[in-house]
Every structure is written in C-alpha cells, then in structure tokens.
C-alpha cells in the first residue's frame, strides 16, 4: 500500500543535541512539506521541496534543516538552535496541482529533556 | 499573517444533531479548500474539498459549504455520530500547490 513513514513516533531529545526526524513516501509524489503542530496553533509550515535537490523555507524554518536527495525521503533535522523543539511533527506530500491536498503521515511527537 | 482562520477552538453537539465548523480565509487567489480530519497523535486525514467553482459539495454525512463573497467555507456533520469527535482543520491553497491551514475546530460529539 502506498503512503508516507514517519518514524519515529516518540522521539525524546536532551537540550542542545540535534535529531533528524525520517519521512518516507512511496506514493511517488513530487512535493513533500514538513509541518509542526503545537496546541493552538494548527499547522505551521517549516519547510517544503517541490523536486528533489531543492527546498524552501517555510514561515518557521529558523533553528531546522532539511535535505531531498531522494524523491522519496524528506529528512528533517531539529538542531540545537531551536529554542522551543518540543512538538507534534507532520510530513505531508503531494503531487503538483494535487486535487486532493496533502496525504500526511502519522506525526512525530518530539520532547526535549 | 494567518490566512485562514477558524474561530471556534472547540464544539460540543449532541449525537444525531449538526455540527457546523466554520472557516474564514483573507486570500481571495485562493480556489482550492480542503477539510481534515485528526485524531490525537495521529497525521489529518482528507474528509472533502470543494473548488471556487463550486458552492456546495455533498459527501455522504459531510457537506462543504462555500461563499466566495464572504470568503468563508462551513462544514455541516448531519446526523453528528461520537465517532465524528476529533479536530477538524479547514485549508485553502492556489492552484493546488502549498495549502495554508486554520488552527482547528475541536469537535466533541455528545452520546
């Protein structure tokens, strides 16, 4: 069955160590997009990838990276430089133009320590 | 700047009765809306869409209204079933691409 991994689905970080959060996506989409969900908030946009070997910031990147080496994988590292980590994470992807918006995975809950 | 917006944090309804979830939005490029749905520690799944060029979609129990004029889009749940409790974010993209999303609803619905 097609669909996007997140893993893992806990993930507990001590203060100032960097992680990398995993998503995969076998539903060949070209777009893939990283969320963060936070009480309140609803989901806010931290970085996404049209094609493979290019990315854009979103409206919260700073203290994130990511890389797209893969079409299928959409890495994202929390580094120490994010002040406020602790987090419900979303990877979503899509197909350009797709008409039935994102298809999501199933989160990663991040907790700094 | 939010651009899409979602009022009510929360809202209780009694089983067999319609919940109504709102959703506003300033980008009048947008034409393309979306409603998920989420369970706690779980990734939004897909409910229904509804284009610019349409003002209704009908999907079973679940209706997506819109008003282009009033940029504002409403979900209808008839009959509300306790299963239907979960959070429920409204998104609206242009042209398919980067869809932008409401804080979320908190539907509860009441046995």
């Known amino acids: 069955d097609g669909g996007i991994t997140q893993s893992p689905k806990y993930l507990f970080r001590k203060e100032g160590q960097n992680v990398t959060l995993s998503c995969e996506q076998n539903l060949n989409h070209d777009a893939m997009y990283w969320y963060r969900q936070d009480p309140g908030q609803g989901l806010r946009l931290i970085y996404y990838s049209q094609i493979v070997n290019d990315f854009q910031k979103g409206d919260i990147a700073e203290g994130y990276s990511v890389s797209r080496e893969k079409k299928e994988s959409f890495p994202l590292t929390v580094t120490s430089a994010q002040k406020n980590p602790t987090a419900f994470y979303l990877c979503a992807s899509t197909i350009p133009g797709g008409a039935y918006g994102y298809t999501f995975g199933s989160g990663t809950r991040l907790t700094v320590v | 700047d939010q651009q899409v917006k979602q009022n009510s944090p929360s809202l209780s309804v009694q089983e067999g009765r319609i919940s109504i979830l709102n959703c506003d939005y300033t980008?009048?490029?947008?034409?393309?809306f979306l409603w998920y749905k989420k369970y706690p520690a779980e990734g939004p799944t897909f409910l229904i869409s509804i284009s610019s060029i349409k003002d209704k979609n009908e999907d079973g129990r679940f209706t997506v209204f819109l008003n282009k004029s009033a940029k504002h889009l409403s979900l209808h749940i008839v009959p509300s079933q306790p299963g239907d409790s979960a959070v429920y974010f409204c998104a609206a993209s242009f042209a398919g691409n980067q869809f932008y999303f409401g804080t979320g609803t908190s539907l509860t619905v009441i046995p």
């Open positions: 980008n009048s490029m947008f034409d393309y």
